[in-house]
């Protein structure tokens, strides 16, 4: 459907949005964002790397590095990967940076637009196969080297207890176990996780895993920065419990760090 | 061919206010009331899940009588135009201002040119950081704004009610003690018990950092009504 006029416009009453998602509302506007490929690209665009998310007593956390490279070319310094979804969720990022960035917003505003018009939240379940239909919606491009894979975790309303979702590029969403992990130090997080990860961890213990797990990414994966005390660069880190999501402040990951530094290896 | 008959057009805006008019006093009473700590919007409402009041975005709330799919249609497309601008701009660029004035064209426009007017009266609340900042827009069925200082009452029984609050309202009330004010003048004037659970609440919170939005629960309700 070609939309009849662009932009935001004026107010718009009982018009007929297919299925009431943001989504179409912005289509209807011809305001959704999209990106157009000729061609395969030529020059590598900035790429967010690892990002990782575990289970512990009171819920669950994510967690990212802040690098973000281009090729060989380390990009920034300081890249946000992890971002609280809504009150019970939160998404990480990896893959091409400035997409991902754009349907995390785009996400985000969809959980809030639908809790708004249906004065209620939408199921944890919800919300991780609408992700799955975003990134499925970006299949043709995916295979022109523009791939976003996130994950995806949160605190289950209804199942009273935290879960955890990974995707692949097809937009297939994998209810995982535990813990999960993706980008290009995601293998090497993933089997320190393996052999670190246990049952019930406490919040501090589980903040210092998830440290760790990124600077043990650092040091085997180039395209993933470690933290950096000096320039006070921490991974950034949300967890969500029951009272909802909580962003980790960096003076709390600071002192954390300092003591896995001081006695890794 | 028959000609139509000549209706003068002072007529006809005068039927179609009288009618609308007339579905407004007819809705029960919602009020609005501007306090340090936020702004309460609380109305009798029996259904718990049709709402007359909501959020629309980060620090602004939608509040309407009369017709409930016409006031509903209205709170539906104030979200997607809110949303739309937020995600477009930045969300410090969704104002209650342009929202109220959006609202006013539209319903004007209804007005004079539908079949049947709107049967609606609604109000745009907006909270600042500073009560100075404070935004009350009251938009009519006719697409009539205006901006309201201190407190709104809408649907029946409206002036009654007003009357009282103005002489008890203060600003440096706490949310508990407003809330006793608003259900007071509202029973006292409908001249019947409403019970607990018959209060439909919302109360943007001066203090939030985002999404300011929030009904009482129960539990604070039940000890408002009881202060």
């Not at chain 1, 971002?83 to 959980?111: K, N, W």
């Not at chain 2, 007003?162 to 809330?179: G, K, Q, Y």
């Not at chain 2, 004037?189 to 919170?205: A, C, K, M, N, Y």
Request: hydrophobic fraction near 40%; aromatic fraction near 8%; glycine fraction near 8%.
């Amino acid at each position: 459907m070609t939309p009849t006029t662009t932009g935001i416009g004026p107010l718009r009453i009982g018009e007929p949005i297919e299925n009431g998602s943001f989504l179409s509302v912005l289509e209807s506007r011809g305001l959704q964002p999209e990106w157009k490929l000729d061609s395969p690209l030529t020059s590598p665009l900035p790429e967010a790397t690892t990002v990782l998310a575990l289970t512990w007593a009171d819920g669950v956390l994510m967690a990212g590095d802040r690098r973000a490279t281009a090729g060989n070319v380390i990009a920034h310094k300081r890249v946000r990967k992890v971002y609280p979804s809504d009150e019970y969720s939160a998404v990480a990022i990896s893959g091409t940076a400035g997409m991902a960035i754009e349907l995390i917003r785009l996400f985000q505003t969809e959980l809030e637009h639908y809790e708004k018009i249906e004065g209620a939240r939408l199921s944890l379940e919800g919300k991780s196969n609408y992700l799955a239909r975003m990134i499925r919606g970006n299949l043709a491009l995916a295979f022109q080297g523009l791939v976003v894979i996130p994950l995806f975790c949160g605190f289950d309303e209804i199942a009273q207890r935290g879960r955890l979702f990974s995707f692949d590029v097809v937009g297939g969403r994998y209810d995982e176990l535990n813990y999960a992990t993706t980008g290009s130090g995601g293998a090497e997080a993933k089997s320190f996780l393996k052999s670190e990860w246990q049952a019930d961890l406490g919040r501090d213990a589980a903040l210092a895993l998830a440290v760790e797990a990124l600077i043990a990414a650092s040091e085997e994966d180039a395209a993933t920065g470690g933290p950096d005390i000096r320039r006070g660069i921490y991974p950034s880190i949300v967890t969500v419990t029951t009272d909802g999501v909580e962003e980790v402040k960096d003076e709390e990951l600071e002192a954390t760090t300092a003591a896995i530094i001081e006695t890794r290896p | 061919m028959t000609t139509p008959f000549y209706v003068p057009p002072e007529q006809l805006v005068k039927d179609r206010a009288d009618f609308a008019r007339k579905g407004v006093s007819r809705g029960r009473p919602i009020v609005v009331l501007q306090l340090k700590v936020g702004i309460l919007l609380i109305g009798e409402n029996p259904s718990p899940s049709l709402r007359k009041i909501g959020e629309i975005y980060d620090r602004i709330a939608f509040a309407g009588v009369g017709r409930f799919n016409e006031f509903e249609t209205l709170r539906v497309a104030g979200i997607r135009y809110a949303d739309l601008k937020g995600y477009s701009y930045a969300r410090t660029d969704v104002t209650g201002k342009s929202l109220a004035n959006a609202y006013s064209q539209t319903l004007g426009q209804i007005f004079s040119h539908e079949i049947k007017p709107y049967e609606v009266d609604i109000v745009v609340a907006e909270v600042g950081q500073e009560l100075s900042e404070d935004k009350l827009f009251r938009v009519q069925f006719d697409g009539t704004l205006r901006d309201a200082d201190r407190f709104v009452v809408l649907g029946a029984g409206e002036e009654p009610i007003a009357e009282r609050i103005s002489t008890s309202l203060n600003t440096e009330m706490s949310l508990d003690e407003a809330v006793a004010l608003a259900a007071d003048s509202i029973t006292h004037v409908e001249e019947r018990e409403i019970g607990t659970s018959e209060w439909e609440t919302g109360f943007l919170e001066r203090s939030a950092e985002r999404r300011a939005f929030r009904r009482l629960n129960p539990t604070e309700l039940e000890s408002a009504l009881d202060s």
